[in-house]
C-alpha cells in the first residue's frame, strides 16, 4: 500500500500524539514499522523525547566513589545495577549486570635487554630473520627488527617472548 495523502496527515498526526513507529503502522496497516521510520525521516518530522525521560534537566554527574585496591587480575568485577525503562505506557524495572574492568600498572622487568633491531624492509626477509614488526606501517621508518630467529621460528628470541605465552600464564591469567 502506497503514501497516499491521507495516509501521510495521519501519520503525521499519530507521531505528534507520540505513538511509536510500531503502533503507526499497526494503525496504518498495509507498511511496516521500518517503512513509519522512513516516512518520518523523510518528512523531516521533529523527533521525540526518548520514552520514560523527564523534562528537566540532566542531575550533574556523581563523583565516583573512592576507588577500591585493586586487585593484580584482569578479571572483570560484575555489578548489578536497576535500571528504569519505558515499555509502552507502563515503566518497567529490571536489573541489568554490567562488568567493570580496572586499569593494572604493568612495570617492564629491569633486566631484560632489548637487541637492537636490523631495520630490514619486507623485500629483505628471509626464512631466519625476525618478522617482528616496528613502527607504524603507513610511515617512511616502518622496518622489521631483522635479527636471528631461531629454526622454525618467525621471530628472535626476544620478541618470541613477547608473542607467546607458556599455557600456565595463560591459565593464571584466565581465572
Known amino acids: 500500500m502506497g503514501w497516499t495523502d491521507e495516509r501521510v496527515e495521519r501519520l503525521k498526526k499519530l507521531w505528534s500524539e507520540g505513538l511509536s513507529a510500531s503502533q503507526i ?17 523523510r ?5 521525540r523525547a526518548k520514552a520514560g525521560g523527564a523534562a528537566t534537566a540532566r542531575p550533574a554527574k556523581r563523583q565516583a566513589a573512592a576507588a577500591a585496591p585493586r586487585s ?16 509502552g505506557a507502563t515503566m518497567l524495572k529490571e536489573e541489568v549486570e554490567t562488568e567493570v574492568y580496572y586499569e ?24 631466519r630473520t625476525c618478522k617482528w614488526p616496528v613502527g607504524d606501517p603507513m610511515k617512511d621508518d616502518f622496518h622489521f627488527c631483522g635479527n636471528d630467529s631461531a629454526d622454525g621460528s618467525p621471530y628472535c628470541t626476544y620478541h618470541a617472548r ?3 605465552q607458556p599455557s600456565a600464564e595463560r591459565r593464571r591469567a584466565g581465572r
Open 25 to 41: 503502522a499497526a494503525q496504518l496497516g498495509g507498511v511496516s514499522r521500518n517503512a513509519v521510520i522512513g516516512k518520518v525521516h
Open 43 to 47: 518528512l523531516c518530522l521533529p523527533g
Open 72 to 87: 593484580q587480575s584482569f578479571m572483570p568485577r560484575t555489578v548489578t545495577r536497576t535500571v528504569t525503562r519505558a515499555q
Open 104 to 127: 593494572t600498572e604493568v612495570q617492564p622487568a629491569s633486566n631484560v635487554v632489548v637487541p637492537i633491531s636490523r631495520r630490514l624492509t619486507l623485500t629483505e626477509l628471509t626464512e
Open 162 to 164: 613477547l608473542a607467546y
